[in-house]
Nanobody, 115 residues
């Protein structure tokens, strides 16, 4: 059974940092692309970053070099290091992958950027 579980969110001050984690199991993890999305209050889900199977990473324009995605295949984990956070980054952050044509999503982890 495939499961995707995010963790690491919380309340952070503007300009601060937080590191999100996502563990995914039930499929072959190594080499599988993993995505990060977010959903701000009152807005739809938007793409944040992707870690491709070759460890290449791509980011949405709004990241502006502030976020870094990485993975540890031996732990079936991906991470999203978020620095220089802004109130506009307040959202539920989701991890997503695909296996056998099916998209798997975690329940998300809340990040609130506020003073």
């Amino acid at each position: 059974q495939v499961q995707v579980v995010e963790s690491g969110g919380g309340l952070v001050q503007p300009g601060g940092s937080v590191r999100l984690s996502c563990v995914a199991f039930g499929f072959t993890f190594t080499g599988r692309p993993m995505w990060w999305y977010r959903a701000a209050p009152g807005k739809g889900r938007e793409w944040v970053a992707v870690l491709l199977g070759n460890n290449q990473t791509n980011y949405a324009d709004f990241v502006k070099g502030r976020f870094t995605a990485s993975r540890t295949n031996s732990k079936y984990e991906v991470y999203l290091q978020m620095d220089s956070l802004e109130p506009e980054d307040t959202a539920v952050y989701y991890c997503q992958s695909r296996a056998s044509g099916v998209d798997y999503w975690g329940r998300g982890t809340q990040v609130t950027v506020s003073s």
